[in-house]
């Protein structure tokens, strides 16, 4: 079978176009400035910030220019071998037609752009290891106390009534709906959206339970109940989390994460996290660390750390957080795979991921990126069944289970003629283009394959 083509960024029906015009530009230059600051507070670092901001400033330019992508060098590739399938997939698509910033593939683009920001880094004598968006998502989280509070609570009094009576299938049933929905709006809050929809003030708004209430008719792909069906018949012994965003969407998450293991659903949960940042927001090893200094510093979150209430629970939170972390009931991971250029449906191909997935009985990816690496980024029909959008993950064994908030143009697995009137809805709301409700935020897919 032929498959469709992916979004470029030429398509002003895509997202990919503001994503490049504007979203990429205003990231960049956000960067910059952190960096600058960064030089600021640290002298010793001022020739390396120098060197990356050098780079980021004509990157900037580039954009501007419609330059051609270059491969990365020959240099870069043997210090980082990963890059090789960049420049493989980069020859493959400029044998078509040149790839140049406004007009190429765009998910291939925004992950090579976070390879090549990466690669800067890299080659410096004091930055190797900076995380250049760690100052934009350490602001983002210090605004979510009061979300954070209501879920630290919320998983306190459940903790206390599973420990007092054990529940029931049907009970379970309903709290794993309820934290699959906890960890689903998680993925609302994305920095690489705050470039241009969303201001961190709206972030709040996003987070609570009545919110997340009000938005169930939004899930309009919810195969939630066939996804727990299909684990109670499963060994039941290990759920693999492949994380997207820190911070807030991190914290739900690990909501879902406490739930599974305090109601004894589970012997442990793995994480999966990316090696370098990526996406503005997405989660590595060192933001596991994070959250966790974060939780246990009480003046951490403005508006709650006067309150006496609020700090126990965030404390009852982290102190089952470590626990589980301690006796390796949660592990977490990180493989260079989750920052590669490939689609999801080539995991059954490399063989140390594959082997170490297969050990879990459910993969939750999460968020939008996830979701567009497991469908290619493509133009598929939105009728097309998800288990043929993922190809041979479908039939690879790996029960996947996917929760996003639509944030590209991909959406696949809806009720023929759903799109169309989305797309008028989303109009008749005074959007120019319809077609962009799939990138809003304000719709979300729960989606499911058996393997
Ligand atoms: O569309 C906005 C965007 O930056 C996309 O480029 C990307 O797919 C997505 O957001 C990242 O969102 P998430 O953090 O949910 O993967
Ligand atoms: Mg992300």
Known sequence: MSLPSPSYNDDRKSFAYPTVHKRWPSIITLAIEDLEKHAKENPDTEGCVEFVTGHLKTLLSNFKED???????????????????????????????LVTWQTGPWLYLECYLYQLI??????????????????????????????????????????????????????LGLLFTEFIDISLWGNATDLSL?????SLEDIKSLQGAEVRKKNEEKIIVNDTEAAWKHYLS????????????????LFADLCLTL????????????????????????????DFDLILAQLEDTTFFDEVKEDK??????????????????NQQIGVQSHQFWTSCANYWDIPKIKDLYEELQKSNLIIFKGDLNYRKLTGDLHWDTTTPFTTAIQDLASSGLPVLLLRTCKADVVVGLPAGLNEKLIEEYKSQGNEIGEFWTASGKWAVISFSRG
């Open 118 to 171: 990466s690669v800067w880094f890299s080659k410096t004598k004091k930055l190797q290891k900076y995380d250049i968006f760690e100052p934009a998502k350490t602001g983002a989280f210090k605004l979510s106390g009061t979300g954070v509070v209501e879920l630290c609570q919320r998983v306190k009094l459940l903790s206390q009534q599973l420990a007092e009576k054990e529940a029931d299938e049907q009970a």
């Open 259 to 286: 739930f599974l293991l305090e109601a004894k659903l589970v012997k442990k949960v793995v994480v999966h996290c990316k090696q370098i940042p990526w996406f503005v927001s997405d989660t590595m090893p060192k």
């Open 194 to 198: 705050l470039a241009g929809n969303f």
């Open 67 to 97: 330059k051609p992508v270059d491969a990365f060098t020959d240099e870069d590739v043997q210090a980082k071998p990963e890059l090789k399938i960049y420049n493989d997939e980069l020859k493959r698509f400029n044998d078509a037609k």
């Open 309 to 326: 209430a609020s700090q126990e629970a965030i404390k009852f939170f982290l102190d089952k957080l470590k626990q589980y972390t301690q």
């Open 234 to 249: 499963s060994k039941r012994e290990r759920i693999d989390i492949v994380l997207d965003n820190s911070g807030f969407e």
